[in-house]
């Protein structure tokens, strides 16, 4: 069992930066793959980013390249999104995920593991 816990979610004006991270509790291992993935008001949740646990294998929306950047630190078991150049369209609740065996994890039905989400608001 991983429990997955977001933060650094906030309000920020639009072409600001936020670095939201996710902390893991539990096993993880060489298997698991982690995502980022957004829900707006009245839309469906869509992906952001994946990585795997040895941090290759990078993936990324087309909204999210060049300006979002997903890493993650093994020896603290978390996960980070950096997010820069934020525009309004970014708003929406942010979830973290892991996934064990998957390749590039963009669908959320591939995911075992959710956080609780944390808020992003872009202020134009």
């Known amino acids: 069992q991983v429990q997955l816990v977001e933060s650094g979610g906030g309000l920020v004006q639009a072409g600001g930066s936020l670095r939201l991270s996710c902390a893991a509790s539990?096993?993880?291992?060489?298997?698991?793959?982690w995502g980022w993935f957004r829900q707006a008001p009245g839309k469906d949740r869509e992906f952001v980013a994946s990585?795997?646990?040895?941090?290759?294998?990078?993936y990324y929306a087309d909204s999210a390249k060049g300006r979002f950047t997903i890493s993650r630190d093994n020896a603290k078991n978390t996960v980070y999104l950096q997010m820069n150049s934020l525009k309004p369209e970014d708003t929406a609740v942010y979830y973290c995920a892991a996934a064990r065996l998957v390749i590039r994890g963009t669908r959320p039905d591939e995911y075992d593991y959710w956080g609780q989400g944390t808020q992003v608001t872009v202020s134009s």
């Open positions: 539990g096993r993880t291992d060489s298997t698991y793959r």
């Open positions: 990585i795997r646990w040895s941090g290759g294998n990078r």
